[in-house]
């Protein structure tokens, strides 16, 4: 049957949650069948052509983190939330599919999303040397916090993807407010609220299980 795989519908309803967490922008979001895959690069909104079999279109706060300067973070200090806000909206995706395929996050890193590793290898080498050791680690442990909370809004946002294939921004974000019961006029989504487990909503209290994964080179 040519039908949308259901872990790629995952990765995409991961990063979507991410970037509406944020508060970014969120212009469209797709998921498409082996068929469609196989056919050739799909047009992206902004006219650039992409060959992939899942896309989230949305704003990250650190445009092109290739373009800036290693270690540029120790010297605009601002930039550090900017990045760590970035590396969730990278890393939910590929921690989203291993969640639903109860796999290693390694295992998706490797595959599906190796795209979203190297973009977060990019983005961790921007801060200060004082964030160097745990950053993998650190957005990782927030990505697995993160869908834990808001898993029920993320499994049905994927089931909504892998039956209609494509969806746009206003309507995953008013999905999103609607299935997680918060307000949008709520706007104190904090990173430390994901590194203390509970604070913000009731959630289990075992901690996110910790990896190792091999940087890509």
Not at 143 to 171: E, F, I, K, N
Request: include cysteine.
């Amino acid at each position: 049957m040519n039908t949308r795989a259901c872990s790629t519908a995952f990765h995409e309803a991961g990063h979507a949650l991410a970037f509406w967490w944020n508060g970014r922008p969120i212009e469209r979001v797709t998921v498409r069948t082996p068929a469609e895959a196989a056919s050739g690069p799909m047009l992206d909104l902004h006219g650039n052509l992409q060959q992939v079999e899942g896309l989230v279109e949305a704003s990250y706060f650190v445009l092109r983190p290739s373009a800036e300067a290693p270690g540029v973070a120790e010297y605009l200090p601002s930039m550090v939330e900017w990045i760590e806000r970035d590396l969730l909206n990278c890393f939910a995706g590929p921690i989203a599919e291993a969640i639903y395929q109860q796999a290693p996050p390694e295992q998706c890193f490797k595959s599906g999303g190796r795209g979203d590793w190297l973009r977060g290898e990019e983005l961790i080498s921007l801060l200060p040397a004082r964030k160097l050791l745990d950053a993998h680690s650190r957005a990782i442990a927030r990505s697995q916090c993160l869908l834990q909370r808001y898993w029920p809004a993320v499994s049905t946002l994927a089931q909504r993807l892998q039956t209609q294939g494509t969806l746009d921004g206003q309507t995953i974000t008013a999905l999103l407010w609607e299935l997680s019961g918060e307000s949008p006029e709520r706007r104190d989504h904090t990173l430390a609220s994901l590194d203390r487990p509970g604070r913000d909503r009731e959630e289990p209290e075992a901690p996110p299980r910790s990896v190792r994964l091999p940087r890509h080179r």
